[in-house]
């Protein structure tokens, strides 16, 4: 999975390990820059604040359609969506001109800044705090959809499908609901919602209050799905091929180029 669970506090792993590498890389520079406390504050808070605006940039500039689509997304920093590479040439870059003056220290930041980086994409693939979903396949599971038919889960093969684990309590649910209802009117893929924990005229009102319309919303009262995929929290989506093998997972709100990307598969 790529987020943990601290009670009701769904943290990113990405991000997580991003701070461990953003700290590692400031004890790093206090030991090996010879720099001020008020250079060294003025280059590391400057290179992180650059870091940040080129890796958003870039990633909207990769995927803009979808941010042409919905352009306030971009300002939705808190979602996912930042390129490691955009943001290291934007890091560098600023470390250029603020540490021109100071060859030698300017090298040594460059090496720390490259360092740092190489630091969160090893923990990213080494992912100590993650562990993988609980299945591989769609699920041997049976539910009832909002009408009242049992629909088992296994069956429902045959085109690249999303399964959505969601609550109406949830406000990152709430906010990915419609994408998923705009991407549920493609023939090419299947959108499969699944409420969880919650009573069928919740699940109704709440569906009916947004005007949301899903082929396939199902009911899942005893969260035995949570438990199948050992989620940490709510929303859960995960992404299964034609052949109902699983391809992909993401706890956290969805976002539009996420998704779109997904689709795409």
């Known amino acids: ?18 701070f461990i590498a953003a700290l590692a ?41 979808s941010y042409l689509a919905a352009p306030l997304d971009i300002l939705k920093l808190w979602q996912p969506g930042y390129s490691t590479i955009w943001g290291l040439l934007a890091g560098a870059a600023f470390s250029a001109w603020k540490l021109r003056q100071r060859m030698t220290t300017l090298i040594k930041a460059e090496a720390l800044l490259v360092a740092s980086v190489a630091l969160w994409l090893g923990l990213m693939a080494w992912n100590p705090l993650g562990h993988q979903a609980g299945l591989s396949e769609l699920p041997d599971i049976t539910l009832e959809d909002i009408e009242g038919n ?3 889960l296994s069956t429902l093969q045959g085109k690249p499908l999303v399964l959505n684990l969601w609550a109406t309590w949830c406000p990152p649910c709430r906010r990915e609901m419609p994408l998923l209802a705009e991407a549920d009117k493609h023939e090419d893929v299947s959108i499969v919602i699944v409420n969880q924990g919650e009573t069928l005229l919740t699940a109704v009102r709440y569906l ?17 799905l949570m438990v199948a995929v050992e989620s940490p ?11 109902g093998e699983l391809v992909k997972r993401h706890v956290g709100e969805l976002t539009r180029a996420q998704l779109a990307a997904w689709l795409k598969e």
């Open 208 to 224: 009916d209050g947004e005007g949301l319309d899903f082929n396939q919303a199902l009911l899942d009262p005893e969260q035995r």
């Open 25 to 65: 890389l400031l004890l790093a520079s206090m030991a090996l820059l010879r720099l001020e406390k008020s250079q060294r504050a003025g280059w590391f808070n400057g290179l992180l604040l650059s870091w940040l605006i080129g890796a958003r940039l870039g990633y909207v500039l990769t995927h803009a359609d």
């Open 233 to 243: 929290g709510l929303p859960t989506s995960l992404l299964f091929d034609a052949d």
């Open 150 to 152: 049992q629909v088992n």
């Open 1 to 18: 999975m790529d987020a943990i669970a601290l009670g009701p506090l769904l943290i990113a792993l990405p991000r997580l390990y991003a």
